[in-house]
Structures are given as structure tokens and as C-alpha cells.
């Protein structure tokens, strides 16, 4: 009974209702003094449980969508497995609260890890055995995922999952679920000596039970417990969806390895000495964690939903491991060879393809598996994998989908956005962001052979496809948006005529409701600055900004266009709030810039117009323009924030026509342009936008852009006039006028490892040169990075943002609007466990956000570890840009050397594919005061042979430079844009006896070690080397002497370093 009770009051809990007593409720004190042990309980024939469950479930249905989510509560059971670990992360990122199910919570905090898990995430104990545990779990839950069963041969097993799988589908109904998702799998589908070969599997078929319990005990376990399923849900009324997941392989989130990613393990390194002539059905454990969600969403989906992705001879999936992973000695023969080898069966997957689902490629999930096991220490790094390049066309495309198993970049490969009216101009450049940033994305259009254009965007052939739809015509709106996680609705005819408005609130209407029956939470709808600023009563010295509202009427008197997109917005928003959909509204500008479909938009004509003399005139008022690439990226910025609702204003800036033509004159004045008197340009102001990182794109730069692409085009004449245009192509160079300072001030430039020795430095060089400077760094508010913000120009020209280089979304954050990247982080130790995944994946994951993000431009610090570690080097040899360390010597002697050079060989490739400009600084031990507070590497040395910590010294050179020097050899290689390839940045290449020589002149005072390590043997001598090609830049060396006296006053300044008189 008092088991009872509290598993009441917890279900009781869940509603947020006023705590009950018996006296209020007589069918209550009868169910407290109930005491039946079964699991079908008295509960389910009292009326007052079901008015709980209703209760329970009104309560979740409130007007705002997040709410919605964040009141839905649904329990997953063996939440801590496989699988149950990507379903929990799915519904999590999904927004639903998850309550997951372990023997054991505590051997779970992977899970407390996930992205929501500290918000929306509880784990209780509870076995499937245990009816009482089971109830308490699923109390107040709208919703089951029952996925709990060990993967064994064990007799055993067979109560265990039938009987389990009976106690749940009845613990669920006595709580009132009305939903439950199981897991079965394809071992209850497959496994049917009599079935033809020929016959297409799927959700038809079954295995034969017999032969099952004879050879598979694993296998019947399943099909009886997906019987028994059935059965108790048919009895008890409870909505069933079963997933027939296969053989499941993707990486794992888990700490320990699963059975089959055990097997891909075996094969990888050889343990496994055969394979078998056999075939088998693969999937990946994230379209099965997709799977499980889409079927839970969709109401109609019951029954079976077969998830298989590939069907392949396991010679296929082995070749598929040699290709990716050649490195490895990967299992070559067959076990019965000399036997034809088996055929493939056919399958069909398409009960899950209706429902919108499209499966991950194979060798992408083998990829990723194999990557998650040596991060997590399961599997040796064996030199580097260099996958052929079909698989990185087809899966990597532009957002490079391989290194995306970081954080959030690998879940946009893995979802499907919808945009309406693609072929536009802003939904062009919408689709074309989607696409760089890796989502898959699906157009729509009234007709899709006239937007080619789209089909010739970067990761389009692989990503994109385009659909037949318009917004009043609901059954193809619905069509187009299943299977979609967000929607961007952007159709919308730019156009004075009266039938626009009822286009545009239907359309609207229809976009909303379409995407909310087929499942879709987030929507972003395109709206107009023409439903913000048409408002005659407004004071003209009123800041524009979200909260303004047009003035309907007038709108409707004046501007039909700005009558229908407010009217428009209205309806989203009250869409919105009846179907608890999550909208962010983005509220562009006059919008100019390239085009990237064939015909010129309305802005763009306008200019046209305005350059060829067709205007006569322009009218005396002001408007807002913003860079159509800027509109692009709002939208995307709005729908990867998902906090992000409401409103956000796009402007980049506010002026007068006449300032505008004023522009153009400048950029083109082999054009006929107009001029007249100028009216004050409002406020306003774009700070929501603004602090979701939008960097706006100077005017001068969207205008110069837009009128070189008409003019390729052929929509715009091309007017030469000889030395004015070279003026021009200056002008728009420096973004305002001829003034390199005010150029700089206009770049945004963004510095990796900020915080570190050489990244402080090379944030202070740029801060001088007038840069605006973006920074990561692990943590902006640790004190550590304190230092950055005392920097001359920080307080106006400097922000610190959090990002790691193994997180991709965070560098696609910390690169938006950016010119250029500096990637300097890089831990600087030999026995750092993340010193190979941060140097080489860290750089990679660099280099593709800097190319997604439109950066043209990267600075890497690469190492002189990476330039003189060769045993076969003749000491003869002058040291320079073509000389590389070998990499096996590395790899033996100094894990810091060869990660560098394996780092420093990536960014090259990478650069080399993304077509970005690629200039690399080679330092080598970096000397020089510190601005950080802790000691780096090099000034630790100099401290610990000051001090007398370190006696001796070995006989060996070393080359040495400032770290002043480096940083400017930073900006230096960065501002001349023919600057490419190596720059080694040597100022002296010393004996330790020689460095010591000049401590002990500078510093006699102190008592520095003067025994050599290895006294007798003849000195080594110094090699020669060459840095002419800095020197070529205008570099010039800072002396040792001034690096090494500058070093040791710091450290004593600081404190790490005790002042010692003479």
C-alpha cells in the first residue's frame, strides 16, 4: 500500500496540480487502500485514473510550443544502452523531458553529458521485472520507449524479455500511456529457413519461432517479446509502433563497446583471423534513435517499421573498412572460400521512407564508428586515415560531414529542413547557407525546372532536392514538409497587387498548419521591415526595434505589399501559438547583394535602374539596407538558437537615398548616377541579431558585390574606364575609402587559443593594427584570459567567445562574419591525452568551419617540430620552408612534434579542398615576455636554469625567436594577400651553452648551470637556416639578447622569478 501510495503522489507530482487527500477524493482513499501486486492493477477500472490521465495530458496542452514540449514527458527504458542512448539524446534535442530507466543510474553519467540533459533529463531505477519500479517510472509520462533488453544467447533471456516486455505495455496503461515505441528487431523478421530467396523482406514477415529457439536464442527472445507486445496493447488499448532495427553500427555514446561495433573492432585489427560467406542487414544507431521518435510523433504510425539501411556481404562491409581505413590490417579471408559467394536479399525500408526518413550512408556510420572508438581509447590510432575521395564527396560535401561528429554539425547532417519559395533571392542564399553548414534541405517551388541554379550550389547534388508545392494548394505543402525537423517560409511574390494579401495569409496559414501536422516544431517565417516602420504616427527620433508594429490602415491605403507581410506575420504568430509550434520571425530590410538566380529580384533592379540613368530621379527619403548574405545567415542563426523566438530585426544600416547613389558614384563612376538633398535617417537597432553573433556586412561591400554579379550576369552593361576602375577595385579594398586603418577597422578577424603565449601576442598585433578581433577560448570567463581584456583597443575592438576546436558548431559560431581565421591553439605537451585529436582533428574542424563560413583566408601556427625532426637531415643542410620532419621518427621521439606536423599536413589538405588561401607560421622555441599570467613552456625553461633547478645542460642547438617577432610574422603573412604556403620564423639557431652565456651576462646575479650533460664529447655545432622568405615580408629579428632580458624581467614582475640584486 505504500509502495502505492507514493507511486500516486508521484504521478501526482507530474501534474503540478494542489496536493490531494482522501477527503477530496473518495475513489482516491479507495485506491490507497488497494493492495494488489499485479501489474494489470484495480487502477485501470477506476474513473478517477482516467480523468488523471486526461488531466495529466490537458495540462500539456498550453498555447506555447516550447511549453508544450517541456510539459511532455516520456520515459525510456534501458536508456543507458546503444540504442537507448541516442533515442534519449534524440527526444532530448527534440525538447521533450526524458525519464530514462537503468538497473544502475549511477553507471550512466554519459547520459547526465547529453546537450538538455541538465534541464530535461532524470534517471530513475527500475527493472523491467520489478511491475512497482516499472510504474513509478512511468508515472505522469505521456509516452514509452521501451528499448531495454541485453543483446545474449543466454536461455535466459527469453522471461526476461517476454515477461519484461508484458510488465511494461501493462505498467504503461495502469499510468495511463496511451503510446509506447518498441524496440524489436530484424532477428524476429529475418530468421525463416523456408522463406525464397527471392522474396522481398519486410514488415510482412516473420521468423519462424521453431527454428528461432533452435539456433538463435537471441532472435526468439525478441520475436516472442514483439508478440507479446502486440497482444497486451491490443488488450489494453495502447498505441503500438514497433522499430525492427538490424544489425546497428555508428558511434557510441556509452562508455563501454556494444556487440557489434565489437565485431567492426575484431575485423579492424585483425582479431578476428575469417569473415563468414554471409550477408546482413546494416543500419546506423541514429537513424534508429530518428526512427523511434518520428514513429512516437506521427499518431496514425502503428504496427511494424522495418530499419534497415543497407544489405551487404560482409566481403562489402570489410572492403568498405580497407578503403576508409587502410592503416589498419583489416580481416581478408573468407571462411568459406572457394563457395560462390552469397547474394544480397532484398528488403524494403519504405514504410519508414513514407514517413519522410532518409537512411545515413554506410560508409559514413562506419566512418564515424571507427573515429568514436579511438577517441574513447578502443581502438589504437594507427598512422592516418586517408578515405578515398568518392566517400568524402558524397558524405562530407561542404560542411565536411566526416570531422562532423562533433557536437551539433553531426546533427545537422543529419536533418531535413524544408524552405519555401527556394528559388528567390533570399531563398537562394538561404538554401545556400543550409547547405554549407550540412543540413540536408528540401526547396520548394511551383515549378522546379526553373530553378536550376539551386542545383548547381555547393553540396546540392548530395543534399539538396526540390519538390513541387505552392502555399495554397495544403496537401503538397504537407507532402513537402514530411519527414522535416524546421521549416524556413520565405515564398513570398514581391508585388503592389491587391490578390497578394489573401496569398500571403493563406499561404502562411497553410505553411503553419502543414508543418505542424507533419510533425515539425521550429519554424522560421521571413517577414518585412514594411510590417516594423510604416507608421505615420511614429516620432521620427523613436529607435526601430522589434516591439514596432505597422500601422494597418495606412498600410492598406499606401502599401499593399506592407499590408500583406505584416497581415502575414499576424498569422504565423497566431499559427503558432494554436498548434505550439517554436517561431522566430526574421524581419529583413531592402535586401542587396550578389544574386544567385538567373533574373534580376526588385532591390536589385532598383540599382540598375539608378546605374544606367533609366530613374531619372530619386525620392527624398530615407530606407534600411541589409547584405542579402547577412539575411541568410539570420535565418539559420535564428533556427540553430533554440532559445530564439519572436522577432528579429535584419539592418545593417539606415540612409538616405541620395548617400546610397552617393555609394555607387564612388564604386563606379563610369556610370551615370543622380544626387539631392538628405533627410535625417531614423534609429534603430539590430542588437537581437547581434548578440547571436550577425556581424552586418558594410553597405559598400553588398553594393560593390551586387553590381559585379549583374554585370556578370549580362543584366547590367560593362562601362571600362581604364585608371578610375583601379581606383575603384582600391576603394572597395579598404571598404570605405583609401585609409589601410579604416580597412583593417572593418575586418573582422577571429584568433584560436587566444589565451595562450603566442595568441595573446598575435591579439595584441592585430588589436594595433586597428582589427576588430573575435577570440576562442575554452572558458571567456575564466581569470586565466583576463589579461586579454587590459589589451589597448579590447574594450571597443575585442569579444571573447567559448569554443573548442572538437566542437564544430562552436567554431561555426565564432567564424560567422569573419574575414579571416588565426589558428594558433594547440596544447604544447607530450602527455596530453588530446594533443593528437586537438592538433589534427582540432584543425580540420577549423579549416571546414573557416570555408563554411565564408572565411577566404587562415593563418596556421605550425611548429619548427614539424620542419627539422629528420635523423636523415645532412648537418649541412640549410634548414628552410621545403624541409619537413619525418613522421614515424616523431611519432617515436616527440608525440608534440608529430602531431604538429600531422596538424600542419591537414590544414594544407584541407585547405587545399575548400579552395581557401592558406599562409603557415613556423616559430620555433618562442622566447619573450609573457602577457599571460601562468609561465608558458619556454619561459619555464629560462626560469629553471636561472633559479638552479636545472644543473646541467645538454649539448645540444636550438632555434630560437621572439614572440613578438612570430605575431607579427602573423599579421604580416595575413595582410599580403599573395602570402602563401610556409613561413619559417627563425631569429637564431644557438648552442645551449651560447643561451646560457647570454642569461649569465645580462643576469650575473643569478646562478646559472654551466655543466654540460654531456662534457667531453666535441660541441654540437649550430645549423644553418633561412628566413628570407619573412624577411622578404618586411619582418625584421628581434635580437636574443633584448627576447631574453625582456623574458626574465617579466617572469620577475610577475612574480615567477625571484629579483635577485647584483
Given at each position: 500500500?505504500d509502495?502505492?501510495?507514493?507511486?500516486?503522489?508521484?504521478?501526482?507530482?507530474?501534474?503540478?496540480?494542489?496536493?490531494?487527500s482522501p477527503?477530496?477524493?473518495?475513489?482516491?482513499a479507495?485506491?490507497?487502500l488497494?493492495?494488489?501486486?499485479?501489474c494489470s492493477v484495480?487502477?485501470?477500472r477506476?474513473?478517477w485514473?482516467?480523468?488523471l490521465?486526461?488531466?495529466?495530458?490537458?495540462?500539456?496542452?498550453?498555447?506555447?510550443?516550447e511549453?508544450?514540449?517541456?510539459?511532455?514527458?516520456?520515459?525510456?527504458?534501458?536508456?543507458?544502452g546503444?540504442?537507448?542512448?541516442?533515442?534519449?539524446?534524440?527526444?532530448?534535442l527534440r525538447g521533450y523531458?526524458?525519464?530514462?530507466?537503468?538497473?544502475?543510474?549511477?553507471?550512466?553519467?554519459?547520459?547526465l553529458?547529453?546537450?538538455?540533459?541538465?534541464?530535461?533529463?532524470?534517471?530513475?531505477r527500475?527493472?523491467?521485472?520489478?511491475?512497482?519500479?516499472?510504474?513509478?517510472?512511468?508515472?505522469?509520462?505521456?509516452?514509452?520507449f521501451?528499448?531495454?533488453?541485453?543483446?545474449?544467447?543466454?536461455p535466459?533471456?527469453v522471461?526476461?524479455?517476454?515477461?519484461?516486455?508484458?510488465?511494461?505495455?501493462?505498467?504503461?496503461?495502469?499510468?495511463?500511456?496511451?503510446?509506447?515505441?518498441?524496440t524489436?528487431?530484424?532477428?524476429?523478421?529475418?530468421?525463416?529457413?523456408?522463406?525464397?530467396?527471392?522474396t522481398?523482406l519486410?514488415?510482412?514477415?516473420?521468423?519462424?519461432?521453431?527454428?528461432?529457439?533452435?539456433?538463435?536464442?537471441y532472435?526468439?527472445?525478441?520475436?516472442?517479446a514483439?508478440?507479446?507486445?502486440?497482444?497486451?496493447?491490443?488488450?489494453?488499448?495502447?498505441?503500438l509502433?514497433v522499430?525492427?532495427?538490424?544489425?546497428?553500427?555508428g558511434?557510441?555514446?556509452h562508455p563501454?563497446i556494444?556487440?557489434?561495433?565489437?565485431?567492426?573492432?575484431?575485423?579492424?585489427?585483425g582479431a578476428?583471423?575469417t569473415?563468414?560467406?554471409?550477408?546482413?542487414?546494416?543500419?546506423d544507431?541514429r537513424?534508429?534513435?530518428?526512427?523511434h521518435a518520428?514513429?512516437y510523433e506521427?499518431?496514425?504510425?502503428r504496427?511494424?517499421?522495418?530499419?534497415i539501411?543497407?544489405v551487404?556481404?560482409?566481403?562489402h562491409?570489410l572492403?568498405?573498412?580497407?578503403?576508409?581505413?587502410p592503416?589498419?590490417?583489416?580481416?581478408?579471408k573468407?571462411?568459406?572460400?572457394?563457395?560462390?559467394?552469397?547474394?544480397?536479399?532484398?528488403?524494403?525500408?519504405?514504410?519508414?521512407k513514407?514517413?519522410?526518413?532518409?537512411?545515413?550512408?554506410?560508409?559514413?556510420?562506419l566512418?564515424?564508428?571507427?573515429?568514436?572508438?579511438?577517441?574513447k581509447g578502443?581502438?589504437?590510432l594507427v598512422?592516418?586515415?586517408?578515405?578515398?575521395?568518392?566517400f568524402?564527396?558524397?558524405?562530407m560535401?561542404?560542411n565536411?560531414?566526416m570531422?562532423?561528429?562533433?557536437?551539433?554539425?553531426?546533427k545537422?547532417?543529419e536533418?531535413?529542413v524544408?524552405?519555401?519559395?527556394?528559388?528567390g533571392?533570399?531563398?537562394?542564399?538561404?538554401?545556400?547557407?543550409?547547405?554549407?553548414?550540412?543540413?540536408?534541405v528540401?526547396?520548394?517551388?511551383?515549378?522546379?525546372?526553373?530553378?536550376?541554379?539551386?542545383?548547381?550550389?555547393?553540396?546540392?547534388?548530395?543534399?539538396?532536392?526540390?519538390?513541387?508545392?505552392d502555399?495554397?494548394?495544403?496537401?503538397?505543402l504537407?507532402?513537402?514538409?514530411a519527414g522535416?525537423h524546421?521549416?524556413f517560409?520565405i515564398?513570398?511574390?514581391?508585388?503592389?497587387?491587391?490578390?497578394?494579401?489573401?496569398?500571403a495569409?493563406e499561404?502562411?496559414?497553410?505553411?503553419?498548419?502543414?508543418?505542424?501536422?507533419?510533425?515539425?516544431r521550429?519554424?522560421?517565417?521571413?517577414?518585412?521591415?514594411?510590417?516594423?516602420h510604416?507608421?505615420?504616427?511614429?516620432?521620427p527620433?523613436?529607435?526601430?526595434?522589434?516591439?514596432?508594429?505597422?500601422?494597418?490602415?495606412?498600410c492598406?491605403?499606401?502599401?499593399i505589399?506592407?499590408?500583406?507581410?505584416m497581415?502575414?506575420?499576424?498569422?504565423?504568430?497566431?499559427?503558432?501559438?494554436?498548434?505550439?509550434?517554436?517561431?522566430?520571425v526574421?524581419?529583413p530590410?531592402?535586401?542587396?547583394?550578389p544574386?544567385?538566380?538567373p533574373?534580376?529580384?526588385?532591390s536589385?533592379?532598383?540599382?540598375?535602374?539608378?546605374?544606367?540613368?533609366?530613374?531619372?530621379?530619386?525620392?527624398n527619403?530615407?530606407?534600411a539596407?541589409?547584405?542579402?548574405?547577412?539575411?541568410?545567415?539570420a535565418?539559420?542563426l535564428?533556427?540553430?538558437?533554440?532559445?530564439?523566438?519572436?522577432?528579429?530585426l535584419?539592418?545593417?544600416?539606415?540612409?538616405?537615398?541620395?548617400?546610397?547613389?552617393?555609394?555607387?558614384k564612388?564604386?563606379?563612376?563610369?556610370?551615370?548616377?543622380?544626387?539631392?538633398?538628405?533627410?535625417?535617417?531614423?534609429?534603430f537597432s539590430?542588437?537581437?541579431?547581434?548578440?547571436?553573433?550577425?556581424?552586418?556586412?558594410?553597405?559598400?561591400?553588398?553594393?560593390h558585390?551586387?553590381i559585379e554579379?549583374?554585370?556578370r550576369?549580362?543584366h547590367?552593361?560593362?562601362?571600362?574606364?581604364g585608371?578610375?576602375?583601379?581606383?575603384?577595385?582600391?576603394?572597395i579594398?579598404?571598404?570605405n575609402?583609401?585609409?589601410?586603418k579604416?580597412?583593417?577597422?572593418?575586418?573582422?578577424?577571429?584568433?584560436?587559443?587566444a589565451?595562450?603565449f603566442?595568441?595573446?601576442?598575435?591579439?595584441r598585433?592585430l588589436?594595433?593594427?586597428?582589427y576588430?578581433?573575435?577570440t576562442t577560448?575554452?572558458?571567456?570567463a575564466?581569470?586565466?584570459?583576463?589579461?586579454?581584456?587590459?589589451?589597448?583597443?579590447?574594450?571597443?575592438?575585442l569579444?571573447?567567445?567559448?569554443?573548442?576546436?572538437l566542437?564544430?558548431?562552436?567554431?561555426?559560431?565564432a567564424?560567422?562574419?569573419?574575414?579571416?581565421?588565426?589558428?594558433?591553439a594547440?596544447?604544447?605537451?607530450?602527455?596530453?591525452?588530446?594533443?593528437?585529436a586537438v592538433?589534427?582533428?582540432?584543425?580540420?574542424?577549423?579549416?571546414?568551419?573557416?570555408?563554411d563560413m565564408?572565411?577566404r583566408r587562415v593563418?596556421f601556427?605550425?611548429?619548427?617540430?614539424a620542419?627539422?625532426?629528420?635523423?636523415?637531415?645532412?648537418?649541412?643542410?640549410?634548414?628552410?620552408?621545403?624541409?619537413?620532419?619525418d613522421?614515424?621518427f616523431?611519432?617515436?621521439?616527440?608525440?608534440?612534434?608529430?602531431?604538429k606536423?600531422?596538424?600542419?599536413?591537414?590544414?594544407?589538405?584541407?585547405?587545399?579542398?575548400?579552395g581557401?588561401?592558406?599562409?603557415?607560421?613556423?616559430?620555433?622555441?618562442?622566447?619573450?615576455?609573457?602577457?599571460?599570467?601562468?609561465l608558458?613552456l619556454?619561459?619555464?625553461?629560462?626560469?629553471?636554469y636561472?633559479t638552479?633547478?636545472?644543473?646541467?645542460?645538454?649539448?645540444?642547438?636550438?632555434?630560437?625567436?621572439d614572440v613578438?617577432d612570430?605575431?607579427?610574422?602573423?599579421?604580416?603573412?595575413?595582410?599580403?594577400?599573395?602570402?602563401r604556403?610556409?613561413?619559417?620564423?627563425i631569429g637564431?639557431?644557438?648552442?645551449?651553452?651560447?643561451?646560457?652565456?647570454?642569461?649569465?651576462?645580462?643576469f650575473?646575479?643569478?646562478?646559472?648551470?654551466?655543466?654540460?650533460?654531456?662534457?667531453?664529447?666535441p660541441?654540437?655545432k649550430p645549423?644553418?637556416?633561412?628566413?628570407?622568405?619573412l624577411?622578404?615580408?618586411?619582418?625584421?629579428?628581434t635580437?636574443?639578447?633584448?627576447?631574453?632580458?625582456?623574458?626574465?624581467?617579466?617572469?620577475?614582475?610577475?612574480?615567477?622569478?625571484?629579483?635577485?640584486l647584483?
Amino acid at each position: 500500500m505504500d509502495d502505492k501510495a507514493t507511486a500516486f503522489r508521484f504521478a501526482w507530482s507530474q501534474l503540478r496540480l494542489p496536493h490531494p487527500s482522501p477527503d477530496d477524493h473518495p475513489t482516491l482513499a479507495i485506491f490507497l487502500l488497494s493492495s494488489s501486486s499485479s501489474c494489470s492493477v484495480a487502477w485501470r477500472r477506476s474513473n478517477w485514473s482516467v480523468s488523471l490521465t486526461m488531466s495529466s495530458n490537458f495540462e500539456a496542452n498550453n498555447n506555447n510550443g516550447e511549453k508544450q514540449l517541456e510539459e511532455e514527458v516520456v520515459c525510456v527504458t534501458g536508456a543507458g544502452g546503444f540504442i537507448g542512448s541516442w533515442v534519449v539524446k534524440e527526444l532530448l534535442l527534440r525538447g521533450y523531458r526524458v525519464r530514462g530507466t537503468a538497473r544502475d543510474p549511477s553507471k550512466n553519467a554519459h547520459l547526465l553529458a547529453l546537450d538538455g540533459a541538465g534541464e530535461r533529463l532524470t534517471l530513475c531505477r527500475a527493472d523491467v521485472l520489478d511491475c512497482e519500479s516499472l510504474r513509478a517510472a512511468f508515472a505522469g509520462c505521456h509516452g514509452v520507449f521501451h528499448v531495454a533488453s541485453p543483446v545474449s544467447n543466454d536461455p535466459n533471456l527469453v522471461p526476461i524479455a517476454v515477461d519484461g516486455t508484458r510488465n511494461v505495455m501493462n505498467a504503461g496503461a495502469d499510468m495511463g500511456v496511451r503510446r509506447v515505441v518498441f524496440t524489436s528487431s530484424y532477428g524476429a523478421v529475418h530468421m525463416n529457413p523456408n522463406r525464397s530467396p527471392d522474396t522481398v523482406l519486410d514488415e510482412t514477415c516473420w521468423s519462424d519461432p521453431k527454428f528461432c529457439r533452435q539456433t538463435d536464442v537471441y532472435c526468439y527472445a525478441k520475436t516472442m517479446a514483439e508478440k507479446a507486445a502486440e497482444e497486451e496493447a491490443a488488450k489494453r488499448g495502447v498505441q503500438l509502433a514497433v522499430v525492427l532495427p538490424c544489425v546497428t553500427v555508428g558511434p557510441i555514446l556509452h562508455p563501454a563497446i556494444n556487440t557489434s561495433i565489437n565485431h567492426v573492432v575484431r575485423y579492424l585489427t585483425g582479431a578476428a583471423p575469417t569473415y563468414p560467406n554471409a550477408v546482413a542487414a546494416y543500419v546506423d544507431v541514429r537513424d534508429v534513435a530518428r526512427a523511434h521518435a518520428l514513429v512516437y510523433e506521427r499518431h496514425d504510425a502503428r504496427g511494424r517499421y522495418l530499419c534497415i539501411g543497407a544489405v551487404l556481404h560482409r566481403a562489402h562491409l570489410l572492403q568498405m573498412l580497407k578503403e576508409l581505413f587502410p592503416q589498419y590490417p583489416v580481416t581478408s579471408k573468407c571462411k568459406d572460400d572457394g563457395n560462390p559467394m552469397v547474394e544480397p536479399y532484398k528488403f524494403s525500408n519504405q514504410r519508414l521512407k513514407d514517413l519522410g526518413f532518409e537512411f545515413t550512408p554506410m560508409r559514413k556510420c562506419l566512418y564515424d564508428a571507427v573515429v568514436c572508438m579511438q577517441q574513447k581509447g578502443h581502438l589504437p590510432l594507427v598512422g592516418t586515415a586517408v578515405p578515398d575521395q568518392n566517400f568524402r564527396a558524397s558524405t562530407m560535401s561542404s560542411n565536411n560531414s566526416m570531422e562532423a561528429n562533433n557536437g551539433d554539425d553531426e546533427k545537422k547532417q543529419e536533418q531535413v529542413v524544408c524552405v519555401t519559395g527556394a528559388g528567390g533571392f533570399i531563398g537562394s542564399w538561404v538554401v545556400k547557407e543550409l547547405l554549407l553548414r550540412g543540413y540536408r534541405v528540401r526547396g520548394t517551388a511551383r515549378d522546379p525546372r526553373k530553378n536550376a541554379h539551386l542545383l548547381d550550389l555547393e553540396g546540392a547534388k548530395e543534399r539538396l532536392t526540390l519538390c513541387r508545392a505552392d502555399v495554397l494548394d495544403f496537401a503538397s505543402l504537407r507532402a513537402a514538409f514530411a519527414g522535416c525537423h524546421g521549416v524556413f517560409h520565405i515564398a513570398s511574390p514581391v508585388s503592389k497587387d491587391p490578390n497578394l494579401v489573401p496569398v500571403a495569409i493563406e499561404g502562411t496559414r497553410n505553411v503553419m498548419k502543414a508543418a505542424a501536422d507533419m510533425g515539425v516544431r521550429r519554424v522560421v517565417f521571413t517577414s518585412s521591415y514594411g510590417a516594423v516602420h510604416m507608421n505615420p504616427n511614429r516620432s521620427p527620433d523613436a529607435v526601430l526595434d522589434e516591439s514596432c508594429w505597422s500601422d494597418p490602415e495606412f498600410c492598406q491605403r499606401e502599401d499593399i505589399y506592407c499590408y500583406a507581410k505584416m497581415m502575414a506575420e499576424k498569422t504565423a504568430t497566431e499559427e503558432a501559438s494554436r498548434r505550439r509550434l517554436q517561431l522566430a520571425v526574421v524581419v529583413p530590410c531592402v535586401t542587396v547583394g550578389p544574386i544567385l538566380q538567373p533574373s534580376v529580384n526588385f532591390s536589385c533592379h532598383h540599382v540598375v535602374r539608378y546605374l544606367t540613368g533609366a530613374a531619372a530621379t530619386y525620392p527624398n527619403a530615407v530606407a534600411a539596407y541589409a547584405d542579402v548574405r547577412d539575411v541568410a545567415r539570420a535565418h539559420v542563426l535564428v533556427y540553430e538558437h533554440h532559445g530564439a523566438r519572436g522577432r528579429y530585426l535584419c539592418i545593417g544600416t539606415v540612409i538616405h537615398r541620395a548617400e546610397l547613389l552617393r555609394m555607387l558614384k564612388e564604386l563606379f563612376p563610369q556610370y551615370p548616377v543622380t544626387s539631392k538633398y538628405m533627410v535625417k535617417p531614423y534609429k534603430f537597432s539590430n542588437q537581437r541579431l547581434r548578440d547571436l553573433g550577425l556581424e552586418f556586412t558594410p553597405l559598400r561591400k553588398s553594393l560593390h558585390e551586387a553590381i559585379e554579379c549583374l554585370q556578370r550576369k549580362g543584366h547590367l552593361p560593362v562601362v571600362t574606364l581604364g585608371i578610375t576602375i583601379t581606383i575603384t577595385m582600391s576603394s572597395i579594398s579598404n571598404d570605405n575609402n583609401g585609409d589601410q586603418k579604416r580597412q583593417q577597422q572593418q575586418q573582422l578577424v577571429c584568433v584560436t587559443g587566444a589565451g595562450g603565449f603566442i595568441g595573446s601576442w598575435v591579439v595584441r598585433e592585430l588589436l594595433l593594427r586597428g582589427y576588430r578581433v573575435r577570440t576562442t577560448v575554452r572558458d571567456p570567463a575564466d581569470r586565466k584570459n583576463a589579461h586579454l581584456l587590459a589589451l589597448e583597443g579590447a574594450h571597443e575592438r575585442l569579444s571573447l567567445r567559448r569554443a573548442d576546436v572538437l566542437d564544430f558548431a562552436g567554431l561555426l559560431a565564432a567564424f560567422a562574419g569573419c574575414h579571416g581565421v588565426f589558428h594558433v591553439a594547440c596544447p604544447l605537451s607530450n602527455r596530453d591525452p588530446e594533443l593528437m585529436a586537438v592538433a589534427v582533428d582540432g584543425t580540420r574542424n577549423v579549416m571546414n568551419a573557416a570555408a563554411d563560413m565564408g572565411v577566404r583566408r587562415v593563418v596556421f601556427t605550425s611548429s619548427y617540430g614539424a620542419v627539422h625532426m629528420n635523423p636523415n637531415r645532412s648537418p649541412d643542410a640549410v634548414l628552410d620552408e621545403s624541409c619537413w620532419s619525418d613522421p614515424e621518427f616523431c611519432r617515436q621521439k616527440d608525440m608534440y612534434c608529430y602531431a604538429k606536423t600531422m596538424a600542419e599536413m591537414a590544414a594544407t589538405e584541407e585547405a587545399e579542398k575548400r579552395g581557401l588561401e592558406l599562409a603557415v607560421v613556423v616559430p620555433s622555441m618562442t622566447m619573450g615576455p609573457m602577457l599571460q599570467r601562468a609561465l608558458n613552456l619556454s619561459s619555464t625553461h629560462v626560469a629553471n636554469y636561472l633559479t638552479g633547478a636545472k644543473k646541467s645542460y645538454p649539448n645540444a642547438v636550438a632555434a630560437y625567436v621572439d614572440v613578438r617577432d612570430v605575431a607579427r610574422a602573423h599579421a604580416l603573412v595575413y595582410e599580403r594577400h599573395d602570402a602563401r604556403g610556409r613561413y619559417l620564423c627563425i631569429g637564431a639557431v644557438l648552442h645551449r651553452a651560447q643561451l646560457l652565456q647570454m642569461l649569465m651576462d645580462l643576469f650575473p646575479q643569478y646562478t646559472i648551470a654551466s655543466k654540460c650533460d654531456d662534457k667531453g664529447k666535441p660541441m654540437v655545432k649550430p645549423y644553418e637556416f633561412s628566413n628570407q622568405r619573412l624577411k622578404d615580408l618586411g619582418l625584421e629579428f628581434t635580437p636574443l639578447r633584448k627576447s631574453l632580458y625582456d623574458a626574465v624581467m617579466c617572469m620577475q614582475r610577475n612574480g615567477h622569478l625571484p629579483v635577485v640584486l647584483p
